[in-house]
């Protein structure tokens, strides 16, 4: 249960209300992680300022939910995980890659495959790739630049998903069909 308020745009802090506005109008509604995270602006202005920049990137959505999603997962972020699951049927992923992704696993095309492929990688890794980590990507038709906007879009989706662990927000019906529930982890020794 979190103890961190579910935000309006009447209840947020004043630096906080530009952002939900903006998102309340890209998306027909405010999130409730985004009306966790206006409790700081500091935060959910950091966050908004990233998140516009990923999506103007050279990455299509599909490829961008791909990497949000196999973030979440990686992360273990269950509220990111639907809403990134519900994005990405909208963006006209296919569900069975999707679910892959869910899984732990790959999508099929090998194209979003390499995204996710470096995504966790760059996750599990702490950023420190191997060579042969760009090199696959490369191979798969990226450029060595779209590395780094693939840093971006983890930048943004960590933001989101840690912001998810502390603050534990409620998921909203309408993603109600895509819950889901991480793995227990490992105990840390």
């Known amino acids: 249960m979190s103890s961190y308020p579910i935000h309006t745009i009447e209840s947020a802090p004043a630096q906080s209300k530009p952002v939900l506005q903006k998102l309340q109008q890209a998306f027909g509604l ?4 985004a009306a966790t995270m206006a409790a700081s602006p500091v935060l959910i202005n950091g966050f908004i300022g990233l998140f516009e920049r ?28 639907a809403f990134h699951t519900a994005l990405g049927l909208n963006a006209g992923l296919r569900r069975a890659d ?14 979003l495959a390499a995204l996710s ?5 760059l996750i599990e890794k702490r950023g420190r790739l191997a ?5 696959r990507f490369v191979a798969a038709g990226f450029s060595a630049e779209q590395i780094l906007e693939v840093v971006a879009v983890v930048a943004a989706s960590t933001i989101t998903n840690y912001t998810g662990s502390v603050t534990e927000p409620p998921l909203e019906t309408q993603f109600g069909e895509f819950a889901w529930r991480a793995p227990t982890p490992t105990p840390m020794r």
Not at 30 to 33: A, D, L, R
Not at 63 to 72: D, G, K, P, S, Y
Request: without cysteine; hydrophobic residues 40%; glycine residues 4%.
């Open 98 to 111: 999707l679910e892959a992704i869910r899984h732990g696993g790959l999508p099929e095309n090998a194209r």
């Open 54 to 81: 990923v999506h103007a990137s050279s990455l299509t959505e599909p490829e961008i939910q791909t990497v949000l999603l196999t973030n979440a997962v990686t992360n273990a972020s269950e509220w990111a995980v």
């Open 117 to 121: 492929t470096l995504a966790r990688t």
């Open 30 to 33: 405010i999130p409730n992680i």
């Open 131 to 135: 060579d042969d980590d760009r090199q």
